[in-house]
């Protein structure tokens, strides 16, 4: 099984509509983070949360939100989505304890039309 | 946070060594140096992590100068399965202020027959 899970990998979605994708982890890491991507670019940073208290802006948060509901979900939604939050979508954990590096999840890849 | 500069993209045939610079001219003194790999619809994955010399593992080589402000990411004998987006990152990963690891555009390393 897959350390880091994302729902849906797909999505197709019309403007003005609420949307959430979900992200799960079975890593027991305490840092998540949401990322988009959009063709050609490289990942940006939308939110981040170092515990279930702690929620953090990123790059770009304007047009999102979270909800660390506990240590191995987080969640990302657009209140009302707009065609330029059509990306690829990215969640990853890390473990503050060391050194080690962010897991990534698989992606959920989000059309607004 | 430390800024990274790389090139844009490179590009290689197989069997050749490629070596990818990293700028890195502001790092601080507790940051580390870790880079990624991309393909296309994928989350990065971790390629190798390094403070400061030399760092190597199955995959790929890191060499840190002294005055650790670029670093360079080297991979022995490139194959066609090696094109893809590689990411430099600086930041303390322990630091709860610089853990927002923050991916620029990355290089676009393509591999040709």
């Known amino acids: 099984d897959a350390d880091v899970t994302q729902t849906p990998r797909n999505r197709i979605t019309k403007t003005g509509k609420r949307i959430m994708l979900e992200c799960s982890q079975t890593k027991g890491h305490d840092r998540m983070y949401w990322y988009r991507q959009d063709p050609g670019l490289g990942l940006r940073l939308i939110y981040y949360s170092f515990d279930v208290k702690d929620i953090n802006k990123g790059e770009i948060s304007d047009g999102y939100s979270v909800s660390r509901q506990a240590q191995a979900k987080f969640s990302l939604s657009l209140e009302s989505a707009i065609p330029n939050q059509t990306a690829l979508y990215f969640c990853?954990?890390?473990?503050?304890?060391?050194?080690?590096?962010?897991?990534f999840g698989p992606g959920t890849r989000l059309t607004v039309l | 946070l430390a800024k990274t500069t790389q090139p844009i993209s490179m590009d290689s045939y197989e069997g050749q060594e490629v070596n990818i610079t990293c700028s890195h001219n502001n790092i601080a003194t507790n940051d580390y140096i870790t880079w990624y790999q991309q393909f296309p619809s994928q989350g990065p994955r971790f390629i190798i992590q390094g403070y400061k010399t030399k760092v190597t593992n199955e995959v790929a080589s890191l060499f840190i100068p002294a005055d650790r402000k670029s670093s360079t990411l080297s991979l022995p004998r490139v194959s066609l399965s090696d094109t893809a987006v590689y990411y430099c990152?600086?930041?303390?990963?322990?630091?709860?202020?610089?853990?927002?690891?923050?991916f620029g555009t990355g290089t676009r390393l393509q591999v040709f027959p």
């Open positions: 990152l600086v930041g303390d990963p322990r630091s709860y202020n610089t853990d927002k690891l923050i």
């Open positions: 990853a954990t890390r473990d503050r304890r060391s050194t080690d590096t962010q897991y």
